[in-house]
């Protein structure tokens, strides 16, 4: 099988790419149709952050359900005060162990909003090296992203960011609104070296 050719993409070709990127998210994911118009706005919104970045995984080939050629895509951008989910996690975090523990963490953030790769292209290491992409030569001092918690056991993407060096900042972490739990996880940049991975 020819590999994904991963490619850094600005906002306009992100915004010209949401349509096969959706069809990724909604595969990984599986959320209620219902709930993909939403996202939709959200990923728009994303898309005019400072600092926007996305990196997708194209591959020619016969077109996955959905449409398109994206076979996983990762975007994030430099997190600050007014963002929902920057704030959210801050005043989190700031909660049990103080403003200077929230500020080390979320002074000077890159934001990992998502990473996601269609389920028939996983198990490839395609994940680790769109978040590597994602992450090389960025400015901010620190990564932070939020993930499924499942609990005891380490889902895959929990295990892929901890082979980076991320560490858990929350676990257990209901956001408003209601929602799984989730691990709010960072580290310091750049990311630690790794090996081949199945993420």
């Given amino acids: 099988m020819r590999e ?8 306009r070709a992100f915004l010209r790419r949401l349509g096969p990127i959706l069809a990724v998210y909604a595969a ?28 997708v995984a194209e591959r020619r ?11 996983g895509f990762a975007y994030g951008f430099h997190g600050e005060r007014g963002q929902w989910w920057h704030d959210v996690v801050r005043g989190a975090l ?17 934001e990992v909003a998502e990473l996601h790769v269609h389920p028939d292209h996983q198990g490839q290491g395609l994940g680790r ?12 001092r620190t990564v932070v992203l939020s993930t499924l918690d499942r609990g005891r056991e380490d889902t895959p993407a929990q295990h892929l960011y901890r082979s980076v060096g991320m560490i858990d900042l929350l676990t257990a972490f209901e956001f408003p609104g209601g929602g799984p739990p989730y691990a709010v996880m960072g580290a310091t940049l750049p990311l630690a070296p790794y090996g081949p991975g199945t993420a």
């Fill in 94 to 110: 700031a909660g049990p162990s103080g403003e200077d523990h929230a500020a080390r963490w979320l002074d000077d953030p890159f």
């Fill in 129 to 140: 090296r769109l978040l590597n992409t994602l992450c090389e030569g960025r400015p901010e």
């Fill in 61 to 71: 080939g016969p077109a996955l359900p959905g449409g398109g050629a994206v076979r």
């Fill in 28 to 55: 990984a994911m599986r959320p209620p149709a219902e709930q993909l118009p939403g996202r939709r706005t959200i990923m728009e919104r994303h898309a005019a952050y400072p600092g926007f970045r996305a990196v």
């Fill in 4 to 11: 994904a050719k991963l490619r850094d993409i600005d906002h």
